[in-house]
Protein backbone atom coordinates (compact mmCIF):
# COMPACT_ATOMS: atom_id res chain seq x y z
CA UNK A 1 0.00 0.00 0.00
CA UNK A 2 1.04 3.69 -0.60
CA UNK A 3 2.13 6.39 1.98
CA UNK A 4 -1.30 8.16 0.36
CA UNK A 5 -3.61 5.26 1.05
CA UNK A 6 -1.68 4.33 4.13
CA UNK A 7 -2.78 8.38 5.24
CA UNK A 8 -5.97 8.14 4.08
CA UNK A 9 -6.91 4.82 5.63
CA UNK A 10 -5.25 6.04 9.21
CA UNK A 11 -7.40 8.95 8.64
CA UNK A 12 -10.68 7.35 8.15
CA UNK A 13 -10.32 4.82 11.00
CA UNK A 14 -9.43 7.91 13.27
CA UNK A 15 -12.08 9.89 12.21
CA UNK A 16 -14.55 6.88 12.47
CA UNK A 17 -13.00 6.26 15.99
CA UNK A 18 -14.39 9.91 16.94
CA UNK A 19 -17.96 9.73 15.50
CA UNK A 20 -18.17 6.52 17.50
CA UNK A 21 -16.71 7.75 20.67
CA UNK A 22 -18.34 11.53 20.58
CA UNK A 23 -14.91 13.10 20.68
CA UNK A 24 -13.13 15.28 17.92
CA UNK A 25 -9.69 14.70 17.41
CA UNK A 26 -7.50 17.37 16.24
CA UNK A 27 -4.34 15.10 17.03
CA UNK A 28 -4.92 13.32 13.53
CA UNK A 29 -3.03 16.42 11.62
CA UNK A 30 -0.18 14.60 13.46
CA UNK A 31 -1.03 11.00 11.70
CA UNK A 32 0.25 12.93 8.47
CA UNK A 33 3.70 13.91 9.30
CA UNK A 34 2.91 17.63 9.27
CA UNK A 35 3.33 20.29 12.35
CA UNK A 36 0.25 22.99 10.96
CA UNK A 37 0.55 26.00 12.60
CA UNK A 38 0.13 27.45 16.43
CA UNK A 39 -1.77 30.44 17.62
CA UNK A 40 -3.51 32.07 20.17
CA UNK A 41 -6.33 33.88 20.22
CA UNK A 42 -8.53 33.69 17.60
CA UNK A 43 -6.37 34.70 14.35
CA UNK A 44 -6.61 32.27 11.28
CA UNK A 45 -3.67 29.71 11.22
CA UNK A 46 -1.77 29.19 7.28
CA UNK A 47 -0.79 25.84 6.40
CA UNK A 48 0.53 25.50 3.03
CA UNK A 49 2.64 22.39 3.58
CA UNK A 50 0.37 20.25 6.42
CA UNK A 51 -2.54 20.49 8.22
CA UNK A 52 -3.59 23.90 9.49
CA UNK A 53 -4.28 23.90 13.22
CA UNK A 54 -5.99 26.39 15.34
CA UNK A 55 -5.83 26.33 19.16
CA UNK A 56 -7.14 28.93 21.56
CA UNK A 57 -6.67 28.46 24.95
CA UNK A 58 -7.63 32.05 26.28
CA UNK A 59 -11.08 33.04 27.04
CA UNK A 60 -12.45 31.85 23.83
CA UNK A 61 -15.57 33.00 21.99
CA UNK A 62 -18.44 34.91 24.25
CA UNK A 63 -21.24 35.51 21.82
CA UNK A 64 -23.49 37.90 23.40
CA UNK A 65 -26.80 37.92 20.61
CA UNK A 66 -28.46 35.28 18.88
CA UNK A 67 -25.71 35.96 15.70
CA UNK A 68 -23.38 33.90 15.40
CA UNK A 69 -19.98 34.79 16.03
CA UNK A 70 -16.55 33.44 14.96
CA UNK A 71 -14.61 31.23 17.43
CA UNK A 72 -11.56 29.75 15.38
CA UNK A 73 -10.40 29.54 11.84
CA UNK A 74 -7.31 27.86 10.08
CA UNK A 75 -6.50 28.86 6.41
CA UNK A 76 -5.37 25.67 4.44
CA UNK A 77 -3.71 25.58 0.92
CA UNK A 78 -5.09 22.71 -1.06
CA UNK A 79 -2.86 21.93 -3.91
CA UNK A 80 -5.41 20.39 -5.78
CA UNK A 81 -8.99 19.52 -5.46
CA UNK A 82 -10.76 17.74 -2.46
CA UNK A 83 -12.04 16.66 0.47
CA UNK A 84 -10.82 18.21 3.97
CA UNK A 85 -11.53 17.07 7.33
CA UNK A 86 -12.21 19.01 9.75
CA UNK A 87 -12.18 18.49 13.78
CA UNK A 88 -12.62 20.14 16.71
CA UNK A 89 -13.15 19.85 20.23
CA UNK A 90 -13.67 22.76 23.31
CA UNK A 91 -15.33 23.30 26.64
CA UNK A 92 -18.84 25.85 27.13
CA UNK A 93 -19.79 27.04 29.95
CA UNK A 94 -22.88 29.83 31.34
CA UNK A 95 -23.35 32.28 34.06
CA UNK A 96 -26.65 31.57 34.20
CA UNK A 97 -28.66 28.03 33.91
CA UNK A 98 -30.80 27.55 32.02
CA UNK A 99 -28.82 28.65 28.83
CA UNK A 100 -28.50 27.59 25.45
CA UNK A 101 -25.96 27.41 22.45
CA UNK A 102 -25.37 26.48 19.22
CA UNK A 103 -22.54 26.02 17.12
CA UNK A 104 -21.27 25.27 13.26
CA UNK A 105 -18.50 24.76 10.75
CA UNK A 106 -18.07 27.64 8.27
CA UNK A 107 -16.45 27.38 4.94
CA UNK A 108 -16.15 25.68 1.37
CA UNK A 109 -17.98 22.79 1.07
CA UNK A 110 -19.57 22.50 4.64
CA UNK A 111 -22.48 21.45 5.71
CA UNK A 112 -23.93 23.96 7.27
CA UNK A 113 -25.13 21.32 10.13
CA UNK A 114 -25.49 22.94 13.80
CA UNK A 115 -24.92 21.49 17.04
CA UNK A 116 -26.82 22.71 19.96
CA UNK A 117 -25.70 22.38 23.66
CA UNK A 118 -27.12 23.54 26.78
CA UNK A 119 -27.59 22.58 30.20
CA UNK A 120 -31.28 23.18 32.14
CA UNK A 121 -29.75 23.48 35.78
CA UNK A 122 -25.85 23.87 36.45
CA UNK A 123 -23.77 26.88 35.92
CA UNK A 124 -20.10 27.93 36.04
CA UNK A 125 -19.16 24.20 35.22
CA UNK A 126 -17.15 23.24 32.39
CA UNK A 127 -18.76 21.01 30.15
CA UNK A 128 -16.69 19.39 26.85
CA UNK A 129 -17.74 18.81 23.19
CA UNK A 130 -16.47 18.16 20.29
CA UNK A 131 -17.80 17.50 16.55
CA UNK A 132 -16.09 16.85 12.96
CA UNK A 133 -16.75 16.88 9.00
CA UNK A 134 -16.18 15.63 5.64
CA UNK A 135 -16.64 18.57 3.24
CA UNK A 136 -17.75 17.99 -0.34
CA UNK A 137 -15.13 18.58 -2.67
CA UNK A 138 -13.39 21.97 -2.47
CA UNK A 139 -11.57 23.68 -5.48
CA UNK A 140 -7.39 23.74 -4.60
CA UNK A 141 -6.38 26.70 -3.62
CA UNK A 142 -6.11 29.12 0.11
CA UNK A 143 -9.16 27.98 2.04
CA UNK A 144 -10.80 29.01 5.19
CA UNK A 145 -12.51 27.00 7.56
CA UNK A 146 -13.64 28.02 10.87
CA UNK A 147 -16.05 27.36 13.89
CA UNK A 148 -18.99 30.00 14.59
CA UNK A 149 -21.10 29.70 17.55
CA UNK A 150 -23.99 31.64 18.72
CA UNK A 151 -26.40 31.70 22.06
CA UNK A 152 -30.30 31.75 22.43
CA UNK A 153 -32.10 35.87 23.37
CA UNK A 154 -30.86 36.70 26.63
CA UNK A 155 -29.05 33.16 27.51
CA UNK A 156 -25.13 33.62 29.05
CA UNK A 157 -22.86 30.74 27.24
CA UNK A 158 -19.95 30.97 26.17
CA UNK A 159 -17.30 28.56 24.32
CA UNK A 160 -13.03 28.20 25.19
CA UNK A 161 -10.31 26.28 24.98
CA UNK A 162 -11.38 25.57 21.49
CA UNK A 163 -8.90 23.59 18.79
CA UNK A 164 -9.95 23.45 14.92
CA UNK A 165 -8.28 21.24 12.74
CA UNK A 166 -8.10 21.00 8.74
CA UNK A 167 -6.59 18.45 6.88
CA UNK A 168 -6.56 17.47 2.84
CA UNK A 169 -8.08 13.63 2.85
CA UNK A 170 -7.99 13.39 -1.19
CA UNK A 171 -10.16 14.05 -3.73
CA UNK A 172 -12.36 10.36 -3.18
Known amino acids: MDGSRRNLRTIVVVAVAAAV ?8 AGLLGGTGDRIEGGAAATSSTGPARSIINNAGCDPTSNVYVSCASVRLNLARRGRV ?3 MDGAWTTATAP ?13 NQQINFG ?6 TDHFFGFNEVTMRVDAGARTFGLQCREFATDTISFKEIMLSAVYVGNS
Not at 99 to 106: A, K, T, V, W
Not at 119 to 124: A, I, R, V
Open 21 to 28: TGTAIPAV
Open 85 to 87: LLT
Open 99 to 111: SLGRCRFFGPGTS
Open 119 to 124: EPTDSE
